[in-house]
Nanobody
């Protein structure tokens, strides 16, 4: 089993920045592909970014490319999402997720992931 705990959410003005953290415990973190998802009220959970188990490859949804950066440190069992130039439409609950049994580089569906954190709220005011 893997336990994931997100932190770093909050209220920020448009154009500002936040850094989300996801701390993992349990099963070997370095074997997991990790992802960030978000869910706004009344909407489905959507993919934001993913990083391979080694950290060597990353992939983003188009709406955050150039603004968000996903990274990880396997020695610290942590994955981060650096969010810059935030927009009101980025407002959502953000979740980190982990996947075992990695057979390809990128996983972008919530159904692809085995483990989830409890989420952290990000609110961007205009």
């Amino acid at each position: 089993q893997v336990q994931l705990v997100e932190s770093g959410g909050g209220l920020v003005q448009a154009g500002g920045s936040l850094r989300l953290s996801c701390a993992a415990s349990g099963r070997t973190f370095s074997s997991l592909n990790m992802g960030w998802f978000r869910q706004a009220p009344g909407k489905e959970r959507e993919f934001v970014a993913t990083i391979t188990w080694s950290g060597g490859r990353t992939y983003y949804t188009d709406s955050v490319k150039g603004r968000f950066t996903i990274s990880r440190d396997n020695a610290k069992n942590t994955v981060w999402l650096q969010m810059n130039s935030l927009k009101p439409e980025d407002t959502a609950v953000y979740y980190c997720a982990g996947r075992i049994n990695v057979v390809r580089y990128y996983y972008t569906s919530p159904n692809d992931y085995n483990y989830w954190g409890q989420g952290t709220q990000v609110t961007v005011s205009s």
